[in-house]
């Protein structure tokens, strides 16, 4: 009897969800299924309050009130073939929709490339994809703080609206400075390496790589384990290519500061990757605070790391989280939504991202109404489609409706600059518009 007991009060009902996950739920929701929202009258009640959620496409609806957040999966840190990861960013897609996750970030290092291909898997499975990189830098002790061992490699996740960065060809400058950086550093590990009587060819680790693919020390690793100099990943890296390791070799990474300066001014939103992985987080923190951060990774698959949680709220800055899933397989890997990220942690950050990727929209919009130039339009319109009514639109006017109906939730729209945008935008021509090409979503 005492046995039964215990296993009810174990198995009892489950926790109902705090008025705050239920704000957070709403907002989160609306801006998953922007232009897919169900009529009020089939919402569902949790708590007794109507909860506003969006078609199930996107696995919204619950099949009880019971499992609502259970259903919810957000994936924030990922990688494909476009940098060092071992899928396609189709297959990737495919993964994340294989486990569940409803919205998904790619972030490739020093790459948006594998975007287009992840957003049009994308709309097969209704995962809202948010355009990502990884972004590597070097963080240096200021002059009066000169000592050896201070400077170390970080790395910088942006977040970008699916319009992408503004400024596109200044952004892809940057980040193909620091591409080109990985192959003269590539090409230093292998020097290295041929020293310490381990020669590894140049063309086994571009191959492996592939091809447009700057390579970095995952792809020199898994050449020295194809040529049996090691015997996995892991040992790769703790013998030989580890930050400071006898292999090592640094590429031309900007500074930290330079690289937020550039996620600022290209209308991105700026989060530390893997920051338990830093010598000195503290003090790294702070200045990259100063310096225009916005969040830090702080959840794992393991569940949160109160040290980094505290750095965080010291700091005012949003708590995010991801896998940094690449698909090497193997027991020591997390795999995709395995991050148990709380969407009340989502919604902080979008409160946080919408006003920045809202004006970075606007502001390309803008330009484009200045000089409509073909080429300002299909950056705008790079990533992803819209479906356009049977009917089609009977002017541009019905067109720009859909399309900020598509990137701006109701509330967003409502705001008196969409009138003088919404008027200038309907007196340029978009194009044959059967072939319309727009963001799904930001």
Known sequence: MADKKKKKKRGGAKRKMTVEQITAHKSVAEWVSLGHSLKPSTAPLVNDVV????????????NSTTNFLEKFKFEFHSHSISSDGFLSPSKLVERAHRN??????????DTLSGIPEALKAAQKFGIKIIPGVEISTIFSPREEQQQPGLEEPVHILAYYSTCGPTKPDVFEKFLSNIRDGRYLRARNMLSKLNKLKLPVRWEQVTRIAGAGVAPGRLHVARA????????????????????????????SEPSVEDALQMICESGGVSVLAHPWALKNPVPIIRRLKDA???????????????VFSDLADA??????????????????ESDMGSVNLPIVAVHEFLKMAR????????????????DPSPSKLEWIM?????????????????????????????????????????????????????????????
């Not at 969006?54 to 919204?60: A, I, T, V, Y």
């Not at 384990?225 to 090592?248: C, I, M, T, W």
């Not at 700091?315 to 397989?329: A, E, I, N, Q, T």
Request: glycine share 12%; net charge negative.
């Open 51 to 62: 909860v506003d959620v969006h078609d199930d496409d996107f696995g919204l609806l619950p």
């Open 100 to 109: 569940g996750v409803k919205v998904l970030s790619l972030t490739d290092h």
């Open 292 to 306: 225009g951060l916005h969040g830090i990774e702080v959840y794992r698959s393991d569940g949160k790391l109160a």
């Open 224 to 251: 020295m384990v194809e040529a049996g100099y090691v015997e996995n990943l892991k040992q790769a890296f703790s013998r030989y290519l580890h930050d400071g390791g006898p292999a090592y070799s640094k590429g």
């Open 355 to 370: 006003p920045i990727w809202c004006a970075s929209i606007k502001n390309s919009l803008e330009e484009y109404t200045e």
């Open 382 to 442: 790079k990533f992803g489609k819209i479906k356009v009514p049977n009917g089609g639109c009977s002017n541009n006017a019905e067109l720009v409706e859909l399309c900020l109906s598509s990137w701006f939730t109701k509330e967003e729209r409502q705001n008196l600059v969409f009138d003088a945008l919404k008027l200038k935008l309907s007196k340029v021509s978009f194009g044959a518009k059967e072939d319309i090409q727009v963001p799904m979503e930001i």
């Open 315 to 332: 700091y005012d800055l949003v708590k995010l989280g991801g896998s940094d899933f690449h698909g090497r397989g193997g027991h020591g």
